[in-house]
C-alpha cells in the first residue's frame, strides 16, 4: 500500500470538485471558502452513512433518501451554517439546493447529496449559496479537490486528507479521501464530515457492505468529547474505472479501512485543543463489542484524557475506564495495562517500572494505551485525544 | 420536611462515631483527620449499593457481603489510599482491619462495613490503620460526628452532609446522611462514599428497597465526569428507635430520597474544579428510562458543561444532547429548552427570548436546564457540574 501525500481527491479519474466563498462565513475579513462541490458524474455507486443523533439536519434527511436510491452522482457542501434547527425554512433551503445543482449538473435531486456544517439556529443564506453554485457549477469539470478540502474546515487547523492506492489482481486500485473534524465557531455542535472516492468498480450493495465496516472500524472509533453531531456524514463513491477487483473482497477492503482509519486519526489528532493523539488497543477480549466498549471507554475518559495530557502513566485511570465498562466476562486479575508497550499492570497490581521513560514516551505526539483482557480472540482499537485547557477555552468563549 | 443545618449524623439517638489522624495521609504537614467510625450498636436493619465498575477495591468485596448478611453495624473508612489494585495484600489488609475492628467492638467481622478512599495502587500502611483503630475504639460510644466526615473527605473543598425530620403518623422521624466527593489526590480514581442513618424503624428488606430507590434518584443521578469509581459505597442504618412508621412508606421514602439528593447535589456542586451545579429537569418522556438517559446526558455533556460554564444559552448544545440518546419515541420538533424557566426552543426553531437575562441567570451558582419532550409523562432529574480548566489543572497535574 503507498501513501501519496502531495495528491487530492479530485486527482482520481472521473472526479471533479472546487471550492470559493460565497459569504456564508461571515465577517469584514473573512474570506474563507465556504462552499465546495464533489462531482463524479460516471460513479457506478455511492454508498454512505448518516449521524444517529435524533436531532438532525434538513440536509441529513435529504441525503439519507439520496444514499437509499444509490444514484449519488455529486456532493454540494457549505461550511458557516449548519442550517440546523431552523424550522420549515431549513428544509425549503435543502430542497432550493438540490433543486439547483440538479438543473446546474443536468441531473435530478435525489442524485445530489447536501451537507452544512457550522452555526445552527441561523437561517442559511440561501441565495448567497445558490449565486455561489452557479459560478461554482458553470464548468464542474475542474479539478481543485484542495479547494474542496478547505471549503469544509471550520475551525479545523489543518487540512484533512488522503489518497493511497495498491495493485489488487495485477491492477492499481485507489482510494482518496478528505474529511473535517469538530470545530465551534458560535452556539453549535460538533460535526465531521468525510467524503471519498475508490476508482475501483464496485456495486452499489458491496460498496454500502464495505464502507459500513470501515467506518464502524474508524470513525465510529473516534471521539473528540463524546458529543455526537447531528450532522454527521460519510459518503464514498465508485467511479468504476477499475474492473475486476471485487474479487478480491478483502484487499479492497482493507484499503477503504485505510483511508477511513487515517482520515479519522487526523480529526481525533487535530480536536478541540488536542496536542495529542491516544491510540487505544485493546486485545483479548471475549466478545468484538466488548472489545470496542473498552477501547471507547478508554479514549473517552477525561481522567485519562487528562492523565495523558499532563504525560503521567496513570493505569489506575485506565482500570477505572475498564472497569465502568458492562462487560460479560471481565476478570480484573488477568488484565494487563501498557503504555507505549511498556507493561505497567498484570496479575491484579503494579508492576515495577521505568517511570521516567514512560513519560519520556508520554510526552510523544501519539500515545498508544494498551490493554490485554486475556478472556478471548477479540480485538479494537479507537483513537481520541487529550483534554486540554484549550478545549475548555474553544467552547466557554467562542461568542 | 424540616432542615437541621447544624446537626451532625451522630446526633441521632443511638448512632456515635469520631474520626483522627492516623497517619495514612503522608506529608510532614499533613495532620488531616484519615480514619473514621460510625457505629451503630443498635441497628435494627442497614441496606447499601456498591459501585458496578468491574475494577473493585478489596474493601466492596467485604462489604458487600455485610450488606447481603443485613447485620452492619459499623462503618470503618479512611481516607488517603483506596487500597486498590494491591493484589493479595489489599485483601488481607481489609480482612486484618475487619477483625481487628469486629474484636474492639465486640463483633463479628461480617457486622462491620469497610471503606478505603485515596491513591490506588499503594499497599495501605495497615499498622498505622490499626493503631489508630485502636485509640478510635478505645471508647466508640462517642458522637463526634464532625470528625467522621471531615476524615473521609480526600481534595473535597467542604465537608457534605444532610440533616432532616418530619412528622409521620403524629411521630418526629429523622434522617441524617455524609458523603465525599471526587477527588484526585494522586493517580488515584474518582470516589463516592455516602452514609446515612434514620431513627425510623425499618426491616431489613424494605430498608434495601426503599434505599436503592433513594441511591437510583440521587447519586446514580449524579455525575461530576462521567468516569466510575471503583469504591462507590452508600449505607443506610435503620436504628429502628422510631416504630409504627414504616405503613407511611411514601412519606418516609420522600425523606430518605430528600437526604440523598441533598448530598448529590452537593457532591456534584463542589465537583472537581467546579464553579456551578447544573440540574437537567426532563419532562413529558415516555418511559422512565428515556427522561433518566436523557437527563443524564446533558449534565454529561463536555459541549453543555462548558458552555454552561461561559454563561451562554446554547440551546443547540442540549438538542444534540437530547438527540445523542438512543430513545424510541423521541419527536425532535416537539421538543422544548428551557433555562432558568425562560423556553428558548420550541417547534423545531429558536424562540426569540431575552438574552441578557438569561445569561444573567447562567451566571448564577445553579443552573437549570429544562426539557419537555412532549411525548409521555415520565420526568427525571439529574446533577453535575461545569467544565472548567480547575478540572484540567486538577487532573492534569496532580502528581
Not at 468529547?225 to 484487499?251: H, P, W
Not at 485511570?317 to 486479575?333: E, H
Amino acid at each position: 500500500m503507498r501513501k501519496l501525500a502531495d495528491k487530492e481527491i479530485t486527482d482520481i479519474s472521473g472526479v471533479y470538485g472546487a471550492g470559493l466563498c460565497c459569504g456564508i462565513k461571515t465577517g469584514a475579513t473573512n474570506v474563507k471558502r465556504d462552499l465546495a462541490f464533489v462531482y463524479v458524474p460516471e460513479a457506478v455507486s455511492c454508498a454512505g452513512v448518516v449521524t444517529t443523533n435524533k436531532f438532525r439536519a434538513p440536509c441529513i434527511y435529504h441525503t439519507e433518501k439520496a444514499i437509499r436510491t444509490g444514484q449519488i452522482k455529486a456532493i454540494i457542501v457549505n461550511s458557516g451554517n449548519a442550517n440546523a434547527a431552523t424550522g420549515e425554512k431549513g428544509f425549503e433551503a435543502v430542497k432550493q439546493t438540490a433543486k439547483m445543482a440538479a438543473e446546474l449538473l443536468n441531473l435530478q435531486p435525489e442524485n445530489i447529496a447536501i451537507a452544512s456544517t457550522g452555526i445552527i439556529g441561523v437561517a442559511l443564506p440561501v441565495d448567497r449559496l445558490c449565486s455561489g453554485l452557479e459560478s461554482l457549477l458553470a464548468n464542474p469539470k475542474t479539478n481543485f479537490g484542495e479547494q474542496v478540502t478547505e471549503a469544509i474546515m471550520t475551525t479545523d487547523l489543518v487540512p484533512k486528507k488522503i489518497f493511497i492506492e495498491k495493485e489488487i489482481a495485477g491492477k492499481l486500485v485507489q482510494v482518496a479521501g478528505i474529511a473535517k473534524g469538530s470545530g465551534m465557531i458560535s452556539p453549535n455542535m460538533a460535526t465531521m464530515l468525510a467524503y471519498l472516492v475508490t476508482d475501483a468498480e464496485v456495486p452499489q450493495e458491496l460498496l454500502q457492505t464495505m464502507f459500513s465496516e470501515a467506518v464502524d472500524r474508524s470513525f465510529n472509533m473516534m471521539s473528540v468529547d463524546t458529543d455526537t453531531s447531528t450532522s454527521d456524514m460519510a459518503l464514498i463513491f465508485s467511479t468504476g474505472k477499475v474492473s475486476g477487483v471485487v474479487n478480491y473482497g478483502d484487499q479492497l477492503q482493507e484499503l477503504i479501512d485505510e483511508a477511513c482509519v487515517s482520515l479519522a486519526k487526523q480529526i481525533a489528532r487535530d480536536g478541540e485543543g488536542a496536542t495529542k493523539l491516544i491510540e487505544a488497543q485493546v486485545i483479548g477480549a471475549n466478545s468484538l463489542s466488548d472489545a470496542r466498549a473498552i477501547a471507547k471507554s478508554i479514549i473517552d475518559s477525561p481522567l485519562i484524557k487528562t492523565a495523558i495530557h499532563g504525560a503521567d502513566p496513570n493505569w489506575g485511570r485506565v482500570a477505572m475506564a475498564i472497569g465502568k465498562v458492562n462487560t460479560a466476562n471481565l476478570d480484573a486479575a488477568r488484565v494487563e495495562i501498557s503504555f507505549a508497550g511498556h507493561k505497567v499492570f498484570a496479575d491484579g497490581k503494579p508492576l515495577e517500572f521505568n517511570r521516567e521513560q514512560i513519560i519520556k514516551e508520554l510526552k510523544q505526539e501519539t500515545v498508544v494505551v494498551g490493554v490485554d483482557l486475556r478472556v478471548g480472540e477479540f480485538s479494537a482499537i479507537a483513537w481520541g485525544c487529550d483534554l486540554t485547557k484549550g478545549y475548555i477555552d474553544i467552547n466557554t468563549d467562542y461568542s
